[in-house]
């Protein structure tokens, strides 16, 4: 059996992924956790109600659109951390950095807490109801992030992996994945679920054209692929595919007409004086621009171009350095030309400085493009009015460096905007800007199909939104607090007691602000009932919830002292277990956390009570100390001494830079040019780099733009086109096939094409082959087969001769088909014994005799294979013809008559010509048809003697099983 539900992303205007796929024995696989830039949590409400049934996450892209809200799952929904999450190391690496970005850069990912769920606090603070507050939720810090991101388990592409099932998940049953390259991002996965009979290839967000820095999808082998589809991904049970974007035009000439377009753009703007703002995402698609950049930067420098000494390129986000880092380690990830192309320079430089043991140079290692992660610089920059091009996060230009270069850039008229991806058209009254920006784009253009990229300047106004935050003040403050408790109350009192306590055991020795954030996991909505009195909650301890035996239930054992026993008669599940809460050692980059304070002497403990107990007395706190950040003491005595907020550490040590990785900064003289900012400066910016602290709320400024710069488009987005599809699912047959992941005009388009490849009479009943989903419908894409498991009886077994085929055993087997009851044959010997254990007791009771004979009835059946009775066997003459096993490509058929001395080549797709006589054909179904031989004319060999050799080779590349 399997189901497939679309969470978020099919038939919608939200480019937001997630998808939930159902297996047999209740095995649910959520793929992707996507966001979109508007960050609604309304949004994750159907995947939170799915949390506490899930088995495994997988993770596609390092994007906002498939892994956006992965770090507010973990923030606020515990039971989501327990869950085993699978992607590949780039995508472990770049997503981190692009959730560090988010969350520093856009208050809104913070999310509001809901208005009903501040209701009830709203109205026992006023008095009265109202508007509640724009209050949000705590934001995961940079380090909680790594930490999220540590939990992830790393795979290599075509490397099957078995993975752990969360702790509420059933058995998965040898469910087995694999990650295959997709194109589109560094890391990017096609991902191939093998579970029972069903093979599930998820193809979303691909990319079948090689790019500068990273190879098309796999499934022709990826880089320097074959004509043939990789056989795990061949003639899957069900293919689930995206359709987003193929409704755009295609540009002739490929990439390098591409690459041409976006040159010439930039090229014009800044010969005219002009800034170029090229907005894009934080750490996928920024790599293969920054790289483009830079090769023609370099271009631009080695010709002695004039404009180009003075103009500069800068690379705008608040984790650039992160980003280049992990870039720079994760090469083997990129494309194989690329990879050769700089082995081949790096051993030039090293035959130039006559073999000096230097660090070798990667694609990421620029000498033009400087990195900008504060806000200061930034300015700084844009303020010296030099021309050049600023590559910026995001491409909503709604947050992130983009969007506070735009505030500076939009009135002149020789600057120019690129637009490297088509935005989400969605239906709210309050659109992105760069949707604002691709409207008025759209609406100018004459000719979408131009060979030269279309400048439109922007005479025109466009409203948006200034979101900043401020500390809370006067009565939000305990509204906050009272919310906080009574998540406490819902969390407490919900069936996910057991990740509760394992949460308070792991957060035991934080202060009260870190336990109050990390308490908020669940819709208040359905909860509300459970939730006890407010007013009454708030007086007592905040570690402590008032709850009665029967709610503490089992867990009693555990929060109430001096009690041993627990009555689990009628009791069920969980309920008959002794709880265990388990402490989780602390963990960062290094390792565990070790505290100083386990490993001091006696003496130095007496010593420091002492000192507390002075302090007490003085009522001092010292520098370092912790406290709480709503504690009204520690704040009102530093006011009074007058003192202000700590500066941060400064430049390179505030972004956890070592002397390494300052180079790619731009900070130094590495480059032995002149740079923006010095360290001085970045020091100087330093202070309003401080992370705000404690609970905060949005406000909202609406701005006008009076917008007067230029508007054009190049397609960066490298996804799949529509004539990619019509080319491949010919060649993988899948049995289903699942539209998802675009808009309803893009769906409706790809699935008729497919139904029309795939040979679909109509779209009802058993014969439906293509499926569209809508959010939140689940399809049943289970193949009908007709597959029974047996078991071997012991006689038959040592009979059979197996034969090895790719790690599997074949063999042929002539059986009889017999039924037993289960365990029969492991439990006949203790039936005798009881049996003649009866006997001598010589006494039965007719009632427990009727209960085992009812009980017999009930016992299930299961079909066994047994050996053939003498009589039988010789009275059968029917023999089983010998059965090919195995899958032959061709090019290997062509090594091995190469390695024997035979003339073998290539004769158009999918025929091999050897010795000139002899031709050798696979059709689409896998058969292999050898023709040729003594009625065609001499070759270099004897023409018998190449068709028996051809032959030869075939039958040992597959496994000949005889008959039984």
Not at 255 to 284: F, N, Q, W, Y
Not at 892 to 921: C, S, Y
């Amino acid at each position: 059996m399997f189901t497939f539900t679309p969470l978020l992303g099919a038939q919608a205007n939200s480019t937001a992924s997630q998808s939930l796929l159902e297996l047999d024995g209740g095995v649910k696989v959520l793929i992707d956790v996507g966001w979109d830039d508007r960050f609604d949590v309304g949004y994750l409400e159907a995947l939170e109600e799915q949390i506490p049934s899930l088995s495994i996450v997988l993770l596609t892209h390092p994007t906002i659109d498939h892994l956006g809200a992965f770090a507010h799952l973990c923030k606020h929904v515990p039971q989501f951390k327990s869950i085993p999450v699978y992607a590949t190391s780039p995508v472990i690496s770049l997503g981190r950095t692009l959730l560090q970005d988010l969350y520093t850069s856009a208050p809104k990912a913070s999310t509001l807490v809901p208005e009903t769920a501040l209701a009830e606090a709203t109205y026992l603070s006023n008095g009265a109801t109202g508007g509640a507050p724009s209050i949000l939720l705590q934001p995961p810090t940079t380090e909680e992030i790594a930490g999220y991101f540590t939990l992830i388990n790393p795979l290599k592409y075509s490397q099957p992996t078995q993975p752990i099932a969360s702790p509420f998940s059933p058995s998965l049953n040898g469910l087995t994945i694999t990650a295959y390259g997709a194109g589109h991002t560094l890391g990017g996965t096609i991902w191939h679920i093998q579970h029972g009979l069903e093979s599930i290839v998820y193809a979303v967000d691909w990319n079948q054209a090689k790019e500068n820095t990273l190879s098309g999808a796999a499934w022709l082998g990826g880089s320097g692929g074959g004509a043939e589809i990789l056989e795990p991904l061949r003639r899957p049970t069900a293919l689930v595919c995206s359709s987003k974007g193929i409704e755009r035009p295609h540009i002739t000439g490929g990439r390098k007409k591409r690459d041409d377009r976006l040159l010439e753009a930039v090229d014009k703007a800044v010969s005219a004086g002009g800034t170029v703002l090229i907005p894009s995402d934080s750490s996928a698609r920024i790599l293969e621009l920054s790289y483009i950049m830079e090769q023609f930067w370099r271009r631009k420098n080695s010709s002695n171009d004039e404009t180009y000494k003075n103009a500069k390129v800068h690379l705008a986000s608040r984790t650039a350095g992160s980003t280049l880092r992990f870039a720079r380690s994760m090469v083997e990830w990129m494309d194989d030309s690329l990879v050769r192309d700089m082995e081949a320079a790096n051993d030039a430089q090293k035959g130039q400085r006559g073999g000096e043991d230097k660090v070798d140079q990667t694609p990421f290692d620029f000498k033009h493009i400087k990195l900008i992660e504060r806000k200061a610089r930034l300015e700084k920059v844009l303020s010296a009015n030099r021309p050049g091009v600023i590559l910026a996060s995001d491409t909503s230009l709604e947050w992130g460096f983009s969007a506070d270069a735009l505030q500076k850039l939009y009135s002149n008229p020789k600057n120019l905007v690129i637009l490297t991806d088509e935005p989400a058209q969605t239906l709210s009254s309050e659109p992105s800007l760069s949707s604002a920006l691709w409207q008025i784009y759209r609406a100018s253009i004459k000719n979408t199909s131009s060979a030269t990229p279309q400048v439109v300047p922007a005479n025109t106004s466009v409203a948006t939104q200034h979101i900043s935050t401020i500390p809370l003040s006067g009565t939000e403050l305990p509204i906050y607090q009272q919310y906080l408790a009574r998540r406490r109350q819902v969390q407490s009192t919900s069936q996910g007691q057991s990740s509760t306590l394992l949460n308070a055991a792991e957060n035991a020795d934080d202060d009260g602000a870190s336990s109050a954030s990390s308490s908020s996991s669940e819709d208040d909505d359905e909860q509300q009932g459970r939730a006890l009195n407010v007013t009454a909650t708030l007086q007592q301890n905040k570690r402590k919830v008032n709850l009665t035996d029967a709610d503490l239930g089992i867990n009693i054992l555990l929060r109430k002292k001096g009690v041993f026993d627990y009555d689990v008669r009628g009791k069920r599940g969980r309920e008959k277990m002794f709880p265990f809460a388990m402490k989780r050692g602390r963990e960062d980059d290094y390792g565990e956390v070790i505290r100083a304070e386990e490993y001091r002497r006696a003496e130095e403990r007496d010593e420091e009570v002492a000192e507390v107990e002075e302090k007490g007395a003085e009522g001092k706190r010292e520098v370092g100390e912790k406290r709480r950040w709503d504690d009204p003491a520690a704040v009102g005595a530093r006011k009074a001494e007058g003192k202000g907020p700590k500066r941060v550490r400064t430049g390179a040590e505030a972004r956890g830079l070592t002397s390494s990785t300052r180079g790619a900064e731009g900070d130094g003289e590495a480059n032995g040019e002149e740079q923006v900012g010095s360290e001085s400066e970045d020091e100087e910016d330093g202070v309003e780099e401080a992370l705000p602290e404690g609970p905060r709320k949005m406000v909202v400024k609406e701005v006008t733009l009076e917008l007067r710069l230029g508007i054009t488009h190049v397609d960066f987005s490298a996804l799949h086109e529509k004539r990619d599809l019509q080319m491949l699912i010919p060649l993988i047959r899948p049995r289903k096939l699942v539209i998802t992941s675009g808009t309803e005009k893009e769906v409706m388009s790809l699935a008729e094409d497919c139904r029309t490849l795939l040979g679909e009479e109509d779209g009802e009943g058993k014969g439906k082959i293509v499926f569209t989903p809508k959010i939140g419908e689940t399809v049943d894409v289970s193949v009908d087969t007709n597959a029974w498991s047996v078991k071997l009886s012991r006689d038959l077994v040592k009979k059979l001769a197996w034969q090895s085929v790719k790690g599997l055993g074949v063999v042929a087997v002539t059986a009889r088909l017999a039924v037993r009851n289960k365990d029969e044959g492991a439990k006949q010997e203790d039936n005798l014994e009881q049996q003649k254990k009866k006997l001598k007791m010589g006494k039965a009771d007719t009632e427990e005799q009727k209960i085992d004979g009812e009980a017999s009835t009930e016992v299930e059946s299961e079909p066994v294979l047994d050996i053939m009775p003498a009589t039988a066997a010789m009275g059968s003459t029917k023999v089983t013809q010998p059965i090919h096993v195995g899958d032959l490509r061709l090019s290997d058929l062509r090594k091995l008559m190469q390695a024997a001395g035979h003339v073998a080549e290539f004769r158009g797709e999918g025929t091999l010509l050897v010795d000139g006589t002899v031709i050798v054909r696979k059709t689409a179904g896998g058969r292999i048809h050898v023709e040729g031989g003594a009625y065609m004319g001499a070759g270099r060999y004897d023409p018998t003697l190449s068709f028996v050799d051809v032959r030869r080779k075939i039958y040992e590349g597959l496994a000949v099983v005889a008959g039984g």
